[in-house]
């Protein structure tokens, strides 16, 4: 398998929840509905891991439904650990929406509805990611007290799925835990620390959408306009005067990703982003541009190019004077994986015995789709930085972290986390990272690993769902 950048962020991840089969259920109590009855059953099967237990229940109320149900309830399993029913939200007979906590420590809410009720067939299941509710007990009571419970949550992760990585939780500038857990390199036993620099994946699109934007505000780019205004000699013509730079950012535009049998064939000679144009510059877009959003990393390769052509600088030249020195990031880049650099970080994936290093996995370099390397610390001075109008105006900014109709949840370069919160994840075998920018309670959270997916996405969630209510209902001091 290639290397794949994701954005891995579990407020992304549909719920895919439409259920298994029931082997021996237990009777659920007259008084609960019949969307009761069936999710209650469906819970039971879920949490027991059990594939024929699953697909039973699929079998017996899963109706004319097709697809692999059992093996997305499985995949789900393993995500969340399982999950217990907090509280029912909603319930109409045929229509259940319900309270969920996962093991993990973090909330969700599943939503049943049943085409029939005699006998119950299943019409849908679905879920989604939210906030811990205000009378969950394991919200922390201040930020010394959910420092102590990231911690714990730390210390229960055993074996195999132990963190590894490092942790930064900053309210309104002040650093409330900096920690880092696990090893860089078990070879030579070096341990991680918080200065450690870990592979951050596709968080490298936060800095690309930066450097398109400030390029905006200076004049040099316009959103609206296509890449042949500004690269005319592109491969595809078609390509170069359908597709707008808004479009690439926002992953609209239909060009399409990098991990593909060329680029196996060829990765460790493409280096340059110039190198990726040469294997995928001829391809056509994938859908009509502008009509909905499909990640792309091709599209912010060619966002980097882009830049080069605009500013005449290398896109790392211009990313490190122009983002990384003005926000003080000294240990962000990205470096050749050939380069001995000290304090940076090995990934370890899991595989058939056991953690294996990912060095055969990583591609060249890494490049504005994503794939360098950066340090929880530089990574709360970006998300201050941005804050403060050192890198964007404010205008440019809630546009980057706001969606529209075709594509609510990602806005230019940004995930689009609702109340104004913004962020982006990383991730492929043997390394995630996540950061969350929580303007209105003035919160920071990042957390990098240097193992599989959704390690440090998980962690990022859990302590979102664990933040101090009070505290989320006060909005950040002005400056």
């Given amino acids: 398998m290639g290397f794949s950048y994701t954005s891995i962020m579990l407020k992304h991840i549909a719920i895919l929840l439409l259920l298994l089969p029931a082997v021996a259920f237990c009777a659920a109590p007259p008084s609960d509905s019949p969307a009761l009855q069936v999710f209650k059953q469906w819970l ?24 692999d149900h059992s093996t997305n309830d499985l995949r789900l399993r393993e995500m969340t650990g399982g999950m217990t029913i907090f509280k029912v939200v909603e319930d109409t007979g045929s229509h259940l929406v319900v309270l969920m906590k996962e093991r ?15 006998p119950p067939t299943i019409a849908r299941i679905s ?39 490092a942790i930064l939780i900053a309210h309104h500038g002040n650093v409330i835990l900096d920690q880092a857990w696990g090893m860089a390199d078990t070879t030579r036993q070096i341990k991680n620390t918080t200065d450690t620099q870990f592979c951050i994946g596709s968080m490298n699109k936060m800095f690309t959408s930066v450097a398109i934007l400030q390029l ?63 294997l995928f510059g001829d391809r056509p877009v994938r859908f009509e541009p502008g009509t909905r959003m499909e990640y792309s990393n091709y599209g912010f390769i060619l966002l980097g190019r882009i830049i080069e052509l605009v500013s005449g600088e290398p896109y790392e030249k211009y990313v490190r004077e122009h983002i990384f020195v003005p926000a003080g990031m000294q240990h962000t880049d990205s470096r050749p994986e050939s380069d001995h650099v000290e304090g940076r970080a090995i990934g370890y994936m899991h595989g058939p ?60 370069g940004f995930y689009v986390l609702g109340d104004g919160a913004y962020g982006h994840g990383g991730g492929a075998q043997g390394i995630n990272g996540e950061l969350h920018v929580l303007p209105q309670s003035g919160y920071v959270l990042v957390a990098l690993a240097n193992r599989d997916p959704r390690m440090a996405s998980d962690m990022v969630n859990f302590i979102a769902s664990t933040l101090p209510h009070e505290k989320l209902q006060q909005s950040s001091p002005a400056n």
């Fill in 104 to 118: 993990r420590g973090v909330y969700s809410e599943s939503t049943l509805d049943l085409a029939t009720t005699h």
């Fill in 216 to 278: 905006v505000g200076q004049g040099k780019l316009a959103l609206d306009k296509p890449i042949a205004s500004y690269w005319p000699d592109y491969p595809n013509k078609d390509v170069a005067s359908r597709v707008t730079i808004r479009e690439l950012l926002s992953h609209t535009g239909g060009t399409g990703d990098i991990f593909t049998p060329e680029y196996e064939a060829h990765r460790m000679e493409t280096r340059t982003l110039a190198d990726y144009v040469t």
């Fill in 127 to 165: 879920g989604h990611p939210v906030p811990s509710p205000e009378d969950a007990a394991d919200r922390a009571s201040s930020d010394e007290d959910l420092a102590k419970k990231v911690q714990e949550h730390v210390a229960q992760m055993q074996g195999d799925d132990a963190f590894s990585g």
């Fill in 44 to 67: 039971d099967a879920f949490n027991s891991n059990d594939v024929a237990k699953v697909s039973e229940f699929w079998q017996t109320y899963g109706g004319n439904a097709t697809g």
């Fill in 353 to 412: 015995n056991g953690l294996t290093a990912n060095t055969a996995m990583m591609p060249w370099s890494g490049t504005s789709a994503g794939g360098g390397y950066s340090t929880v610390q530089d990574l709360q001075l970006f998300a201050e930085a941005l804050q403060e109008g050192k890198l964007l105006n404010p205008t440019l900014l809630k546009a980057a972290t706001t969606g529209d109709a075709v594509h609510p949840d990602y806005g230019m």
